[in-house]
């Protein structure tokens, strides 16, 4: 049982540049997350799921995209990476709205 | 709009001693109250938690208090040692006045050193 695994844990971009952050989670949870970490901030909300087909925003979308086609994946796209994207990403998921968050162990993503 | 304010940003105690971080929100429709801890490299991950019809809850060297008339809350680290060194988020959870989702609004973290 892996719990919530995301990939890279390390990524380096260029300004301008796309990629996609995985994230996977072996617990069959119906709710999964994107946050951002940024110093002073703690986390913020980029997109949430609350199934496979149905994403919605959270508090900072803007830049990033997601999709939800099985219950396992969740995937975030940078669409075209700024210096302000420059964070720690972590996905979690849930069972459902009223259980804890399980978080994976972050991307580490820098983009000069 | 920073909807729950954490305090202190980062915390010095030394070993034994009692660790305490504070956290202040403004939702009274928040209805969960956790606090996560997050080491170097890792995810945040559940320390404790409590609900806002109970005014204490403590599990082990943990306390989490809470003054639902203050709209406070804090966490209490008793016997602090140096492996509770970490960052620790408070975070609230429950429905926005204007509806939606019930998502999870975390402070900003406090930086706990536990010196030996």
């Known amino acids: 049982n892996a719990g919530v695994t995301q990939t890279p844990k390390f990524q380096v971009l260029k300004t301008g540049q796309s990629m996609t952050l995985q994230c996977a989670q072996d617990?069959?949870?119906?709710?999964m997350s994107w946050y951002r970490q940024d110093p002073g901030m703690g986390l913020r909300l980029i997109h949430y799921?609350?199934?496979?087909?149905?994403?919605d925003q959270g508090e900072v979308p803007n830049g990033y995209n997601v999709s939800r086609s099985t219950t396992e994946d969740f995937p975030l796209r940078l669409l075209s990476a700024a210096p302000s994207q420059t964070s720690v990403y972590f996905c979690?998921?849930?069972?459902?709205?009223?259980?804890?968050?399980?978080f994976g162990d972050g991307t580490r993503l820098s983009i000069l | 709009q920073q909807q729950v304010k954490q305090s202190p940003q980062s915390l010095i105690v030394q070993k034994g001693g009692i660790s305490i971080i504070n956290c202040a929100y403004e939702?009274?429709?928040?209805?969960?109250f956790p606090w996560y801890q997050q080491f170097p490299g890792k995810g945040p991950a559940l320390l404790i938690a409590?609900?806002?019809?109970?005014s204490e809850k403590k599990e082990g060297r943990f306390t989490i208090s809470f003054n639902k008339s203050a709209k406070q809350f804090s966490l209490h680290i008793m016997d602090s040692q140096p492996g509770d060194s970490a960052t620790y988020f408070c975070a609230a959870k429950g429905y926005p006045p204007s509806g939606g989702y019930n998502k999870l609004i975390f402070g900003a973290g406090t930086r706990l050193a536990v010196h030996p």
């Open positions: 617990m069959n949870h119906e709710y």
């Open positions: 409590i609900r806002p019809d109970v």
């Open positions: 939702n009274t429709a928040f209805d969960y």
């Open positions: 979690a998921s849930r069972p459902d709205r009223n259980q804890p968050q399980h």
């Open positions: 799921s609350v199934g496979a087909g149905i994403t």
